[in-house]
């Protein structure tokens, strides 16, 4: 079959594509830059990236006609635009008016539960793009997911940081209502087994786990399972928003993503049960197992996607589009510097390992302090740190960078700064003929720009310098 995946660059979307490849399968991933995917997706025989906007109806001729299905797993939970709402209605609507012309079968949703009587604007939302997927002209099938556990997954990644982090959590009282996770194991299960499955022709159905659970048992669990003692005092008086920024300084998530958490967490999202698991001849496991699973792949250092890589959000959707690869040349402050390699491979495993975990090699405590300050202005810090220790893709999350260019064949890595900033920032490396050359440009944003840089620039000499001289004499 000829399967189309939107989403294509999202945390269920990296997944879903090499399982239905080792089905035989031919995809057709949907993205919105083809420089800004991965370069293994031009390796595969029967994958064919197209670049398509589901907000811009005119780019999405280039998805072929002749697709027998579509996985729709566009979702904005972590955007930052207001009318989030509107935005996914619009993506939903251009992408059923195209789709309708072509002579797909069958589109698969995957949505989340709302079967509480008070839904989230999320939610809400979802329920109301599955309105606006039905068609006459195609059978959808929509799977309903509760919370999702997996290594990446944005709902595991907070809990770990609580327990992690937190011996004893003073916390609100949402972290009673009850909730239903699922293995991401298993929602992959189900998005696959339904693909072509007649019986599942315009039907929806809850998939969930074994057990239901409060928030404040998951993460007990959690530390259970993590050998670890923990304690967690529930109060009444935090509000949405003291909730949202608790979430935001303690994890690693963004604050309009915990702001959209918290209000869909004060809602119980339990499952209607129904005979999808005899259907498909699914046996859904446990939060235990599905923690244990995520924790082999964390161990092995192989996350496959992570919410924070599938995260971009609108504030710099424009910035780090397709021609922000080209690192501007006029208009901009530059410290540019090079230095002879002693072995250019090494060099090179250097640079792939930068941030997160590993640090960026010198002036550690500077960087730190410039993560503390971008968290205080509302930025992201350093929070999301690396998916792989030792790996870079294009797309992925670095600290406060997003990776716009990895092309370790061509030995060149290009970061775009997601911090808080009176500006544009690029970091390069590039190495070549027995040399490295580091490049950091900034585009100022009118005199506060400019006044930034200047105040800045002591301080980037002591880092850069020192980072370029440790890669160097890797």
């Known amino acids: 079959m000829k399967i189309l995946v939107t989403g294509a660059s999202g945390y269920i979307g990296k997944r879903i594509i090499p399982l239905l490849l080792q089905e035989g399968h031919t995809v057709i991933c949907a993205v919105r830059g083809k420089l800004r995917t991965e370069k293994k997706y031009y390796e595969k025989v029967n994958l064919h990236l197209v670049e398509a906007d589901f907000l811009k109806p005119e780019t999405l001729k280039n998805i072929p006609k002749d697709i027998d299905a579509a996985y729709y797993l566009i979702h904005s939970m972590s955007n930052s635009v207001d009318q989030f709402h509107k935005m996914e209605e619009d993506c939903a609507i251009n992408f059923k008016n195209y789709i309708e012309k072509t002579e797909i079968k069958q589109v698969i949703y995957l949505s989340g539960i709302t079967n509480d009587t008070k839904l989230s604007k999320h939610l809400l939302s979802r329920k109301n793009v599955e309105d606006t997927l039905n068609s006459n002209e195609y059978a959808l099938t929509v799977f309903k997911a509760g919370i999702i556990v997996g290594s990446g997954s944005a709902s595991f990644e907070i809990i770990r940081d609580l327990v992690e982090k937190l011996p004893v959590m003073v916390a609100p009282k949402w972290l009673n209502t009850k909730t239903q996770p699922i293995g991401v194991r298993d929602v992959l299960a189900f998005l696959i087994k339904g693909l072509g499955q007649q019986k599942l022709y315009n039907t929806s159905h809850d998939i969930f786990g074994t057990e239901i659970m409060t928030y404040k048992e998951m993460l007990l ?254």
């Open 221 to 474: 669990q959690f530390a259970k399972i993590r050998k670890l003692k923990r304690y967690i005092l529930t109060i009444p008086i935090m509000t949405p928003k003291l909730s949202s920024y608790w979430l935001y300084f303690v994890t690693s998530t963004s604050y309009k993503l915990a702001s959209s958490l918290v209000n869909s967490m004060g809602i119980e999202i339990i499952g209607e049960k129904s005979d999808i698991n005899q259907i498909l001849d699914i046996t859904p496991m446990s939060y235990k197992e599905a923690v244990a699973f995520a924790f082999v792949k964390i161990e092995g250092n192989e996350i496959i996607s992570s919410w924070k890589d599938a995260f971009i959000n609108s504030r710099h959707n424009k910035r780090a589009s397709t021609k922000y690869l080209e690192v501007p040349k006029h208009g901009c402050f530059k410290d540019i510097k090079e230095r002879t390699v002693i072995h250019e491979q090494r060099t090179l495993d250097k640079i792939w390992a930068i941030g997160g975990e590993n640090g960026w090699y010198y002036g550690t405590i500077l960087w730190k302090i410039r993560g503390y300050l971008d968290k205080l202005v509302g930025g992201i810090g350093l929070r999301r740190g690396r998916t792989n220790k030792t790996e870079i893709k294009t797309g992925d999350a670095l600290d406060f960078w997003r990776v716009l260019l990895a092309d370790k064949d061509d030995k060149r890595l290009i970061l775009f700064a997601e911090m808080k900033l009176p500006g544009e920032a690029w970091l390069e490396f590039r190495v070549a003929k027995g040399k490295i050359y580091q490049r950091a440009t900034f585009r100022p944003r009118g005199l506060w720009g400019r006044l930034y840089w200047y105040s800045v620039l002591p301080f980037h000499g002591f880092i850069f310098n020192g980072m370029i001289n440790k890669l160097a004499n890797a």
